[in-house]
């Protein structure tokens, strides 16, 4: 393998791992033995995310600990115990019971990374609402399509980001009755059901009891875009707690006393998941910035809050990797202990810059919004092949359909065929663990749709090898088909990737009359490179003699503005759209809008 093992240890632990022999829990794993890693509701009532991450630890008298850590975008700083986490989240579950807002009724947060955005992610899950977070980067529009489709009843936001996106989108969603402001309120009349957060809460009672929760009742919902282009929105139900402490538990390596950073915002489901629950579930502290990335706030933030667990983003390794490791190296990252990522392909180049300039390997991990928590992943204790996303989470179990060239994969009675070692198929979970998405919600038959013998369909594309780790090859739409050969993007950009004047690349197919489809590829350099015609014949060159002539891109095109997600994935659907002069469809999570 031309990018080596990492093996561990590679160090000398600090900390003896969670997971050590990877078969053996494996083996031995049931959920409902990771239940007992939770409490319950006092006197069998049942399981509330929030309890769990929050109340119960008070009861057990560790109320004084430090839950959140802030650093505000301009150099505040604040930090809540647990117990005035407990505190200020009951509150907010009783102003909604004051509004009548009811169990089950959805209540949105448009907020950036302020503590009021954890406040009312707990205590709307205390009064068994279903909580749905939305980027506060969004505009109007997926706004408003996010608030339709989840009939919101409350909305918490702030006054600037209410004026300037929700305003003018009142008339198109009635269901919203309520709209809370953090912050200070200038008010005016005209907005109806307007009110600022503050005087609710401190009109509400210091103590909630929690009702009664089901296991199985819905508790989050978070909006994914399809390939068909309408958000659809994943319902997730309480008992994903199990699934946040597992994870966080094993994937993510997390002890008692360890500094949890996760850098994604709570707008998506990484930030939601770890960036909310699985630390808090855990009982330590966690960091959240308010900030944007910044390479030298970033370190900063490691250093000063001596960060020891660190989970990001493969964008984010890049752009570190791009600003250069002088600036790395002007801090003190000895704090660090594991490092992990999610989101999109972290090239084998991310995992190796992590062990060279953070001291510590990058550890790829996989899952998306409809699994709710990470399914594969790799392992503080397990060798890293750079590049794979590593293996299965005890209890999760994951193959590889065979596809037929049009996408669908062969059921026969009732059965699907699993891909052999090495081939590439699309990768499927078998249901049943317990933050799987329960439906989309209003769309019944698309969830049914997710489903094929018994296994759920990812969607993705992948290879797994017979040592049992998983290689992502592409999403299972993007996948090129060259003159009878199946061309995995990822594995294209990868390559591009590897030149030095390469910053990112996207990958797509082009209508070839001879081959179908041709590879094309568009790039942007990294600074200090400009886009001509030898450097074009070079990155030609480059590929063709690393992937062979069939996968090879036969075009190159510089593009220094490539379409990306706000989480930072690369939107080869819109490329490709503007290749062909066609719509671009859903725009939502490409809109820069603040
Ligand atoms: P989302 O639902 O927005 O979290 O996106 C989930 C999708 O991101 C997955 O279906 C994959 O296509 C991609 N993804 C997530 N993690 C990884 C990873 N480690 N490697 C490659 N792709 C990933």
């Not at 969670?18 to 049931?30: E, I, M, P």
């Not at 990374?113 to 977070?133: E, N, Q």
């Not at 950009?493 to 001879?514: K, W």
Request: charged share 20%.
């Amino acid at each position: 393998m031309r990018w080596g093992t990492i093996r561990k240890p590679s160090v000398a632990w600090r900390v003896t791992p969670n997971l050590v022999d990877y078969d053996a829990v494996c083996r031995s794993f049931t959920w409902d033995a990771a239940r007992t890693a939770l409490d319950g509701l006092p006197g069998g009532r049942g399981l509330n995310i929030a309890y769990e991450a929050v109340d119960r630890h008070v009861a057990a008298g560790n109320g004084d600990r430090v839950a959140v850590r802030w650093r505000g975008r301009h150099g505040a700083r604040e930090e809540w115990t647990y117990a005035q986490l407990s505190e200020r989240s009951d509150r907010f579950a009783g102003a909604l019971r004051a509004m009548s807002v009811q169990a089950g009724e959805r209540v949105f947060a448009l907020l950036p990374r302020i503590p009021d955005l954890y406040v009312a992610a707990l205590g709307t899950l205390k009064a068994r609402c279903v909580f749905s977070p939305l980027f506060a980067a969004f505009g109007p529009q997926p706004i408003a399509q996010r608030l339709h489709i989840g009939q919101g009843r409350v909305l918490v936001t702030t006054e600037s980001l209410y004026r300037r996106k929700v305003a003018g989108i009142r008339e198109s969603v009635p269901d919203l009755t309520h709209v809370l402001i953090s912050g200070t309120w200038s008010a005016d009349p005209a907005a109806a059901g307007v009110q600022e957060l503050e005087t609710l809460l401190n009109a509400a009672p210091t103590e909630f009891e929690i009702e009664p929760t089901d296991p199985e009742d819905p508790a989050l919902l978070h909006f994914t875009s399809g390939t068909t282009g309408t958000p659809k929105g994943a319902v997730h139900v309480h008992a994903a707690a199990v699934m946040h402490h597992h994870t966080g538990r094993y994937a993510l390596d997390l002890h008692l006393g360890d500094v949890f950073w996760c850098t994604a915002d709570p707008g998506w489901v990484t930030g939601t998941s770890y960036g909310i629950f699985a630390p808090l579930l855990h009982g330590i502290t966690m960091v959240v910035d308010e900030g944007e990335f910044d390479a030298d706030r970033w370190y900063g933030i490691i250093e000063s809050e001596r960060v020891s667990v660190w989970y990001t983003a493969p964008t984010a390794v890049r752009m570190l990797m791009k600003t250069g490791s002088d600036v790395a190296l002007a801090h003190d990252l000895t704090s660090l202990r594991f490092v992990a990522s999610v989101g999109e392909p972290l090239n084998p180049e991310g995992v190796l810059w992590g062990q060279e300039v953070l001291g510590l390997p990058i550890h790829d991990n996989w899952w998306q919004t409809e699994t709710g928590g990470i399914m594969i992943a790799n392992f503080a204790a397990l060798d890293i092949q750079p590049g794979s996303m590593g293996r299965p989470l005890p209890g999760v179990e994951a193959t590889v359909l065979l596809r037929d060239a049009h996408g669908r994969i062969a059921v026969h009675d009732g059965v699907v065929e699993p891909a052999p070692p090495g081939e590439e198929g699309e990768l499927a979970l078998r249901p049943g663990w317990p933050s799987m998405f329960r439906t989309y919600l209003g769309d019944e038959e698309r969830y049914r749709d997710c489903f094929v013998g018994g296994w759920y369909r990812t969607g993705d594309l992948v290879r797994r090898g017979d040592d049992g780790y998983f290689w992502f090859v592409g999403r299972g739409d993007d996948v090129i088909k060259s003159a009878g050969h199946l061309i995995g993007p990822f594995e294209v950009e990868s390559a591009l990737m590897e030149h030095p004047a390469v910053a990112e690349a996207g990958v797509i197919g082009v209508p070839d009359p001879v081959a179908g489809e041709a590879v094309k590829a568009f790039v942007s350099l990294h600074r200090g490179y400009q886009p001509t015609d030898e450097l074009r014949l070079e990155l030609l060159g480059f590929a063709r003699s690393r992937l062979g002539a069939a996968v090879a891109p036969k075009e190159i095109a510089f593009d220094p503005d490539l379409p990306m997600t706000k989480s930072g994935k690369i939107m080869r659907r819109v490329l490709k759209a503007r290749e062909l002069g066609l719509p671009v469809g859903d725009l939502s999570t490409l809109e820069e809008t603040s």
